[in-house]
């Protein structure tokens, strides 16, 4: 077993997890999932070791994600003008909008509050699990978490 193969097998389902987190959709997280790992495998070598090799995998799955969802975003926004628009849904839509908003804000929110913020909400990770990753404290995890909520509600108004 090649050395990626093992850290394929090992994260897989972690990242997996992740994605459909965010999209609640198997077959998407499962595109993104392979996606995430093959673009991985391409830049495995410029991995620093700044952080724990799960965080960039997730990191990578994040923006796979920002990029399929935009591209969805885009392809659905067609399809609204040649479908009518049934109620349940343009409230869907909305919602999505709304999501799309936030993760907007979030994009440009700086570290760790984006990370911490996404890995809870999205990655619905413990404060723990969460401290663990930044080799922190659980108790740092929700100061930060916290405060990411404070700057995301700032943001939105």
Not at 56 to 65: D, G, H, P, R
Not at 82 to 106: C, G, S
Request: net charge neutral; hydrophobic share 35%; charged share 30%.
């Amino acid at each position: 077993m090649s050395e990626f193969d093992k850290i394929y097998s090992d994260y897989f389902h972690i990242v997996y997890q992740y994605i459909y987190s965010l999209c609640r959709d198997a077959n998407v997280a499962e595109e993104i999932t392979q996606e995430t790992f093959f673009k991985a495998m391409k830049s495995i070598n410029s991995f620093r070791g700044d952080c724990k090799l799960r965080v960039w995998l997730c990191q990578i799955a994040k923006n796979t994600f920002y990029t399929y969802y935009d591209k969805a975003k885009k392809q659905q926004d067609v399809s609204v003008l040649i479908q009518p628009i049934e109620e349940d849904f343009e409230k869907n839509y909305i919602n999505k909008e709304t999501a799309y908003e936030i993760h907007k804000v979030l994009h440009g929110m700086e570290e760790p509050y984006k990370e911490v913020f996404t890995l809870r909400v999205f990655g619905e990770l413990s404060f723990l699990q969460i401290g663990d990753l930044f080799d922190k404290s659980e108790s740092w995890a929700r100061v930060t978490y916290y405060r990411a909520k404070l700057k995301l509600k700032e943001k939105m108004v």
